[in-house]
T-cell receptor, first 115, second 114 residues
């Protein structure tokens, strides 16, 4: 039973380019969460999605960041016009049930470096 | 404003002894708590959780204690093994909230010396 998959594992972008991070949830999971970890910090919630719906994007910067979870295919976190401050580890997590399942299972993360 | 705090950035223990990792929270709406373990260059791995209706939950070598009145929880690892060396994150959840996010502490780096 495959776990949460994320790709790429490492991504290097120059300032001003776009970064696309992909996440495939665990089989049977229909809820996806994105978190960001800055150096020496804990994980910070960005966005929660179900298939074709953004449920909560309260942790996502208002500009340059967007997320989607289409009916088919992986969830995508997109960062446009990246800046050095976007350098971080981005983790995707998934869970199965709606309420009552508080355990989120994490992927290996994508380490974004902006040069 | 940090709602979940892990005040010890690091902890070093000898193999076979007990490791105690601490976590404090400020939001009284949190009613479910989780511990995750993280190795470098990997994602967090779920370890153990506890609901606010309990004060203790045990799973093998891992036990989590919750003191609601003090808004404090701790993770005990007995006996500690070198493979337990990792960063441990405490996370909290408000099951009655309209969002689904976990709120994490900054983590404690545990080193278990052989």
């Amino acid at each position: 039973n495959a776990g949460v998959m994320q790709n790429p594992r490492h991504l290097v972008r120059r300032r001003g380019q776009e970064a696309r991070l992909r996440c495939s949830p665990m089989k049977g999971h229909s809820h996806v969460y994105w978190y960001r970890q800055l150096p020496e910090e804990g994980l910070k919630f960005m966005v929660y999605l179900q298939k074709e719906n953004i449920i909560d994007e309260s942790g996502m910067p208002k500009e340059r960041f967007s997320a989607e979870f289409p009916k088919e295919g992986p969830s995508i976190l997109r960062i446009q016009q990246v800046v050095r401050g976007d350098s971080a580890a981005y983790f995707c997590a998934s869970s199965m049930r709606d309420r009552g399942d508080y355990e989120q299972y994490f992927g290996p993360g994508t380490r974004l470096t902006v040069t | 404003d940090q709602q979940v705090k892990q005040n010890s950035p690091s902890l070093s223990v000898q193999e076979g002894r007990i490791s105690i990792l601490n976590c404090d929270y400020t939001n009284s709406m949190f009613d479910y708590f989780l511990w995750y373990k993280k190795y470098p260059a990997e994602g967090p791995t779920f370890l153990i959780s506890i609901s606010s209706i309990k004060d203790k939950n045990e799973d093998g070598r891992f036990t989590v204690f919750l003191n609601k009145s003090a808004k404090h929880l701790s993770l005990h690892i007995v006996p500690s093994q070198p493979g337990d060396s990792a960063v441990y994150f405490c996370a909290a959840f408000d099951s009655g909230g309209s969002n689904y996010k976990l709120t994490f502490g900054k983590g404690t780096l545990l080193t278990v010396n052989p």
